[in-house]
């Protein structure tokens, strides 16, 4: 564990023999000290520490229970569903205009598996943005009426090619199982919620803010060359800079 990391987990009153007793204890009081400022790389060095070893070193069951863990708090109700893992490098690559094309295509065949339940269903993320670098796997939005609902839409969604790979209070994460390309993520939620809101809000920011893009393409491509093998270390560590955005976004959306 570095040294940061140990400053900040004495600002709020963890002192090392906490985090080798009781590392979900520890992380709890970070969080409850830096909110969603501690991440998910944060959680996963508590869980090193306590175990005596480098993150590096953390088994995927180690790795699993510090995520559940790590979710629990940004999410309410977040747990992983099944056990199939997938270890896909990650590749940030310029815009390539053939992704609405792809998007078009799951769209449709979800429409086809899903009928009305799939209230609405959106190009969302990077690869919705015209001339942003994204990582090449498209992510869907499919907004139902009732989320919990899952024997509406994970059948259907199976058809489609995607399984359900995580839960919590506000939508359901789908992704190809192993042996099939990674070509998209499927994300659903319910229609007039916060998810929703918030995912379309900061793709029409990112489609009028040519600035914002820039500093959010420079940003991925760093995570990228650090993160290669750690997709989740990458999703995190956009994070603040995604919540800064989505505050300038608030203030556009009211004032337009």
């Not at 359900?164 to 994460?173: G, K, M």
Request: aromatic share 8%; charged share 35%.
């Amino acid at each position: 564990m570095d040294e940061s990391l140990r400053r900040r987990l004495a600002a709020a009153g963890v002192n090392a023999d906490r985090v080798v007793t009781d590392p979900a204890a520890a992380y709890a009081a970070l969080y409850a000290c830096e909110g969603d400022d501690a991440t998910l790389e944060d959680r996963f060095a508590i869980e090193a520490a306590a175990l005596g070893t480098e993150v590096d070193g953390l088994s995927g069951v180690d790795r699993r229970k510090a995520m559940e863990d790590f979710y629990g708090h940004r999410w309410d109700g977040f747990e992983i569903v099944g056990t199939e893992d997938r270890n896909d490098e990650i590749e940030v690559v310029e815009y390539d205009p053939t992704w609405g094309q792809v998007f078009a295509e799951w769209r449709d065949r979800i429409a086809r598996e899903l009928g009305e339940v799939a209230v609405r269903i959106d190009h969302v993320g990077s690869t919705a943005v015209p001339g942003l670098p994204a990582k090449p796997i498209v992510d869907i939005q499919v907004s139902v009426t009732d989320v919990s609902a899952e024997d509406t839409y994970v059948p259907g969604l199976a058809v489609a090619g995607v399984s359900l790979r995580s839960r919590d209070a506000e939508h359901r994460y789908f992704r190809p199982p192993p042996g099939r390309p990674r070509d998209v993520h499927v994300h659903v939620c319910r229609i007039g919620g916060r998810w929703e809101r918030d995912h379309l809000l900061f793709r029409d920011h990112l489609l009028v803010h040519d600035q914002v893009r820039r500093e959010y393409a420079a940003l991925k491509r760093d995570l990228a060359s650090r993160f290669v093998d750690d997709r989740l270390a990458y999703t995190e560590g956009k994070s603040i800079f995604i919540r800064s955005v989505m505050e300038e976004a608030e203030h556009w959306e009211r004032e337009r």
